[in-house]
């Protein structure tokens, strides 16, 4: 039998990564993890924890202009950029120190170091030169934000990895984009004060959400003062003779801004990983191919998270790490299951959804039954807000089962988590009809829908 330096070897510090390291360390099994910048990942360092930070920070403004509905006399308010930024860092090093102090605690050994595979079973640790073996290897590298390099003037743009360590606040700022980050960052700059310009190729923002979702939160962003620009994009970017920062648009436009931030997806992030040397076989963004248990083509080497591109969330790489020490230690094997996955767009107002949009449903199923509710919520009627909240349900008409439920509001996103669990273990429309509403609240709508606002049949409205 061959001696191999570790059980299993990770590569990635990721919350997948770290996740996997972690447990099967606690097996008793002799680990180590290379990470070559932070432990936490994408999530943690620069993208969800940071993100959320920022939201919470750019919401103040409206709850300051709500509270004068409800009696409060709000004195001077004065936001200072600095201030978030060194705050949100100390929370981002606690929480890498968690991150570390919980591998270590299990007993993996941590190294700091790009690592890059040389076969099946060994890898390149590139701080010391030294090669080291394992009898398992998994990839968890996550992504990385496209820099669309093919857009003259690319390099004058940041990317939201950029916008968390911004040394101050833009007056006025561009993003490019339609998906959940753009979207979410152009709500916190809005937020903030910032002068906000959102250009998207497409005929609508969020591709990938329920219609009523899409266009409710377009309306919404458009009359806090955020411009959305659809159909459009960059052509060129070049400083201008100010030395602000001129956007050249497919429509003729020249627009003018302090930062240009490109949100245009993200990419495996495996060049220069040694896919080749140990023939691992990737897709064409370079997403590293796997089957249903995570494996790769080659038999020792795993993959999980944002770099195999199948689902790009951090709860679905930590439950993918989760099954693959299932697979692999416990004598279970365990294939992660990634129907039904609840998530939220923290915009102003909030996107919570499960399941499928109306457009899906319709596509796969003969006929629906759509439960629709749009209202200006409760707080709003003291605030004067005029921002309307957006409840749907769409169910099959054929056995009543919920195939999705989506939701435009403030704190849709806690709602959807609770709507998951109801719509993984398979409810039905009356069981939402049994249910008791919590009155007074935002979310009793999804229980006092008892008629369906139209039906779809064969794809069209009936």
Not at 83 to 100: C, P, Q
Not at 190 to 208: A, D, F, P
Not at 286 to 291: P, R, T, W
Request: hydrophobic share 40%; charged share 25%; aromatic share 6%.
């Amino acid at each position: 039998m061959t001696d191999f330096d570790f059980d299993l070897f990770v590569i990635g510090g990721g919350s997948g990564g770290v996740r996997a390291a972690r447990l099967a360390a606690g097996l008793g099994k002799k680990v180590a993890i290379a990470e070559e910048y932070r432990f936490g990942g994408t999530c943690v360092i620069r993208g969800c924890v940071p993100k959320k930070l920022f939201v919470y920070a750019s919401q103040y403004g409206e709850h300051f202009e709500d509270s004068r509905g409800f009696g409060w006399t709000p004195g001077e308010a004065r936001f200072d950029w600095p201030t978030l930024i060194a705050n949100k860092d100390r929370e981002i090093d606690r929480l890498e120190g968690l991150y570390r102090r919980g591998l270590e605690n299990a007993g993996a050994e941590i190294i700091v170091s790009r690592a890059e595979l040389t076969g099946p079973h060994s890898v390149l640790i590139k701080a010391t030169g030294k090669t080291v073996t394992a009898k398992h290897i998994l990839i968890a590298v996550g992504g990385r934000a496209n820099p669309h390099a093919a857009l003259p003037g690319h390099e004058l743009c940041i990317s939201s990895n950029e916008a968390f360590h911004l040394e101050s606040l833009p007056k006025a700022i561009l993003i490019a984009g339609g998906g959940y980050i753009a979207v979410e960052f152009a709500n916190i700059f809005h937020g903030l004060g910032v002068e906000t310009t959102l250009i998207y190729r497409g005929k609508e923002i969020l591709s990938c959400f329920d219609e009523d979702m899409r266009r409710g939160l377009h309306a919404a962003m458009e009359a806090k003062g955020i411009r959305i620009l659809c159909h459009e994009v960059f052509e060129k970017i070049e400083r201008g003779p100010d030395g602000r920062l001129l956007a050249h648009t497919s429509a003729g436009k020249a627009l003018a801004a302090d930062q240009v931030m490109l949100a245009l997806g993200r990419d495996p992030n495996t060049h220069g990983l040694g896919l080749e040397a140990a023939g691992v076989k990737t897709g064409i963004k370079g997403e590293i191919l796997v089957d249903e248990y995570s494996r790769t083509n080659v038999e020792s080497i795993y993959a999980v998270g944002d770099v195999t591109d199948r689902v790009q969330l951090t709860p679905v790489a930590i439950h993918e790490a989760m099954c693959l020490i299932d697979t692999l230690y416990r004598d279970r094997p365990t294939s992660p299951d990634h129907d039904m996955i609840a998530t939220a767009v923290f915009s102003q107002p909030e996107i919570g959804t499960v399941g499928l949009s109306e457009d899906e449903a319709a596509r796969r199923f003969d006929a629906l039954e759509i439960y629709r509710a749009e209202f200006r919520p409760m707080k709003a009627t003291l605030s004067g807000r005029a921002e309307k909240s957006i409840m749907k349900i769409v169910v099959n008409a054929e056995d009543r089962t919920v195939l999705g439920v989506h939701i435009l509001g403030h704190d849709a996103g806690e709602m959807a988590q609770l709507l998951g669990i109801a719509l993984k273990a398979g409810c039905t429309k009356d069981d939402f009809d049994r249910t008791m509403a919590v009155h007074p609240t935002a979310s009793e709508e999804l229980v006092t829908m008892y008629q369906p606002s139209y039906r779809v049949k064969g794809g069209k409205r009936v």
